[in-house]
């Protein structure tokens, strides 16, 4: 809760002073187990930084990560990095990179059963691979066990990384735009696949996707950030169906739909023209969206408007909405 992250760079400006990429302000986030809650943001707008501060690939600048209710002390060593986890792994997006070249599959798959002792011998080792193939419909498991990454499609590879780390039997699943490298024809059977298994595992998933139409199929909460702000969030159905945002209004509005679709598979939708993300370096004050924002008001460039609650879960900080008062931010109940 109340997460921040501020990247310095190695950059001066006219005065000489160091420059900071102000990443992610401010930003609560709670996941549920059994439940997958959408970050769904452009690029820029600090949700792969959310879910490696989560992660613990990077220490937040401010806030507290809290996992079953409790602060995770941001102790360093690969002991307390292990310990952390056991509970919550980490699936990135290019499955092409995540996979080392000369091991097999079954060196990816046995060694997290080694390290964190869920297999005590190569035979009990061997197993569980195999169990986690299946699990992953990667069958015959007796073959894949066998292949190199390089014999693997990308969509094959991805579901390798997905057992890679249930092999830790973790309760939080970070999943860093998971499909976004692969062919649009197989996107749809690794969703399905990380909903199947969050069923089964009663996984609490973090799906980070730049694509909101894919967040209102997938997940049962949406997140929406921008700039580094999280901006609205609530069930899918509501922040999809009825978003208050201007900006989740935006996203909504240049989602891909079937009759914008190019002829190599991707969708040609980009956001309308008026404006981009801002620099991070010098971020604009206040409301971070307000240069692009048709509502924008002379409060809106003074300061970030508080939570402001709209029943049913749902939520927004803008100004066209109030301010929130001085209503506190939800509890994090079993957030990582
Ligand atoms: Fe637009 Fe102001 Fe709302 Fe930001 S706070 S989205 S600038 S109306």
């Given at each position: 809760i109340h997460l921040q992250k501020h990247f310095p760079v190695r950059q001066f400006n006219l005065f000489g002073e160091k420059q900071v990429v102000h990443a992610v302000e401010d930003a609560n986030l709670a996941l549920y187990p059994g439940r997958a809650t959408a970050l769904v943001g452009e690029s820029g707008s600090g949700k792969t930084t959310i879910a490696r501060m989560l992660a613990r690939l990077y220490d937040p600048t401010g806030g507290e990560i809290r996992f079953r209710g409790a602060p995770v002390k941001l102790e360093k060593g690969p002991a307390a990095l292990r310990a952390y986890r056991r509970h919550v792994q980490l699936v990135f997006q290019d499955p092409f990179a995540s996979?080392?070249?000369?091991?097999d599959i079954r060196y990816h798959l046995s060694r997290p059963l080694r390290i964190f002792k869920h297999a005590r011998s190569n035979v009990e080792a061997n197993e569980q691979v195999l169990a986690l193939l299946r699990r992953v419909s990667l069958t015959p498991a007796e073959q894949f066990i066998q292949k190199f990454p390089h014999q693997l499609s990308g969509g094959q590879r991805q579901r390798i990384a997905i057992a890679r780390a249930l092999a830790v039997r973790p309760e939080v699943l970070l999943a860093d735009e998971?499909?976004?490298?692969?062919d649009v024809s197989i996107r749809m059977d690794i969703l399905n696949l990380l909903l199947r298994l969050k069923e089964e595992e009663h996984l609490a998933l973090l799906y980070i996707t730049h694509d909101i139409a894919s967040a209102r199929y997938f997940a049962d909460d949406t997140v929406v950030m921008y700039a580094g702000q999280m901006v609205e969030g609530g069930p899918s159905e509501e922040v999809t169906q009825r978003p208050k945002h201007p900006y989740t209004q935006l996203l909504l509005s240049a989602a891909p739909d079937p009759?914008?679709?190019g002829p190599d598979g991707k969708s040609k939708s980009t956001l309308p023209a008026r404006g981009e993300i801002p620099s991070l370096i010098k971020p604009p004050t206040g409301c971070r969206f307000h240069p692009r924002c048709?509502?924008?008001?002379?409060v809106c460039k003074e300061r970030f408007p508080k939570r402001t609650e709209l029943g049913g879960g749902h939520w927004t900080n803008c100004f066209l909405y109030g301010d929130g008062g001085d209503a506190p931010i939800p509890s994090t109940q079993a957030a990582p």
């Open positions: 996979l080392n070249p000369v091991h998971p499909v976004s490298m692969l009759d914008r679709i048709p509502h924008a008001m002379p």
